[in-house]
């Protein structure tokens, strides 16, 4: 059974930066994409970013491309998400995300195992 753990969020003024982390139990994430998923209060969840199994390709919303970067250590089982220059827009519950395939997806119905959310408060 796989288990997805995210750190790093918190309260951030706008601006500014945060680094999401995603730690992953189980010997499968080296060969599985990962993303991350965000829903803010009244809202569906949104794609935010996904990377490959390799790590050697990538995807993005356009609302966070330019701002965000994800990356992964395989040898860590470890996903991660680098914000910038965050407005008060980018508040959310942000989740780690894993799928059962090696291709990433921007689609939020592609992913099989989900972390409990960290939030994410942006704040002026």
């Known amino acids: 059974q796989v288990q997805l753990v995210e750190s790093g969020g918190g309260l951030v003024r706008t601006g500014g930066s945060l680094r999401l982390s995603c730690a992953a139990s189980?010997?499968?994430?080296?060969?599985?994409?990962m993303g991350w998923i965000r829903q803010s209060p009244g809202k569906e969840r949104e794609f935010v970013a996904a990377?490959?199994?390799?790590?050697?390709?990538?995807a993005y919303s356009d609302y966070v491309k330019g701002r965000f970067t994800i990356s992964r250590d395989n040898a860590q089982n470890t996903e991660y998400l680098q914000m910038t220059s965050l407005p008060l827009e980018d508040t959310a519950v942000y989740y780690c995300?894993?799928?059962?395939?090696?291709?990433?997806?921007?689609?939020?119905?592609?992913?099989?195992?989900w972390g409990p959310g960290t939030q994410v408060t942006v704040s002026s």
């Open positions: 995300a894993m799928r059962n395939h090696g291709r990433e997806t921007m689609s939020t119905s592609g992913y099989l195992y």
């Open positions: 189980g010997s499968t994430f080296s060969v599985l994409a």
């Open positions: 990377i490959n199994w390799s790590g050697t390709n990538t």
